[in-house]
């Protein structure tokens, strides 16, 4: 069974420019969220969304916005990067929607803003 | 203030001891959830255990367990004879309504 897949691995962009990571879930998982880890700040809610609508929301700007298509694969766009958007932004599926339950994460895209 | 405490940032240890990750939470709802994560260099976060507020016994799991005290809002986790491989970070998180919070992380290194 495939876990959580996140592409690209890697990516280097510069501060201004916009990106779009994407994230498929494991096979059944309806449930996608986003994360964002830094050395600073930890690891940090960005947002999930069930059934193509987005459930919960963290703190961040407007600038983090994202959808979910019909197959539960999911993006995360951010636009007008910021160099403290530099980060490893992990995506996770559930089964089921609601933080509760847990999830499998992916092994994450790391973005570097120069 | 922080919703999830790992004191520890990093440890070290021998490999074949015993070691305890701490992990203190708050929280003033009833219903919550408590979560160990364990992130290798790969990078990608391992699921461990959850563990619902109303569930206050001990769990073992192999090589690991936890002790979940809701009197000291503390959900530790002890890995017992060590092993190299045991060497990441590890993450407790809590779950209550709609928000999931990662503590800040303990970096295990077990040295052969």
């Known amino acids: 069974k495939a876990g959580v897949t996140q592409t690209p691995r890697y990516l280097i962009k510069t501060r201004g420019q916009q990106v779009t990571l994407s994230c498929s879930p494991i096979?059944?998982?309806?449930?996608v969220s986003w994360y964002q880890q830094t050395p600073g700040q930890g690891l940090q809610f960005l947002f999930e969304?069930?059934?193509?609508?987005?459930?919960n929301k963290g703190n961040f700007p407007g600038r983090f916005s994202g959808r979910q298509f019909s197959n539960s694969r999911s993006e995360m766009n951010v636009s007008t990067l910021e160099l403290g958007d530099s980060a490893l932004y992990l995506c996770?599926?559930?089964?089921?929607?609601?933080?509760?339950?847990?999830?499998?994460f992916g092994s994450g895209t790391r973005l570097t803003v120069v | 203030a922080q919703k999830v405490t790992q004191a520890q940032t990093e440890i070290s240890v021998v490999e074949k001891e015993d070691v305890t990750l701490d992990c203190v939470y708050e929280?003033?709802?009833?219903?919550?959830?408590l979560f160990w994560y364990k992130q290798p260099p790969s990078g990608e976060l391992v699921f461990l255990i959850r563990?619902?507020?109303?569930?206050?016994q001990n769990e073992i799991s192999g090589r690991y367990s936890w002790n979940f005290q809701k009197s000291t809002s503390s959900f530790n986790f002890t890995i017992t004879a060590s092993q190299v491989v045991d060497s990441a970070v590890y993450f407790c998180a809590l779950s209550e309504g709609n928000q999931f919070y990662f503590g800040t992380g303990t970096s295990l290194t077990v040295i052969p």
């Open positions: 563990r619902n507020s109303f569930d206050e």
């Open positions: 929280t003033r709802d009833t219903t919550y959830y």
């Open positions: 096979s059944g998982h309806r449930s």
């Open positions: 996770a599926s559930s089964l089921v929607a609601g933080v509760n339950y847990g999830y499998t």
């Open positions: 969304y069930f059934s193509e609508t987005q459930r």
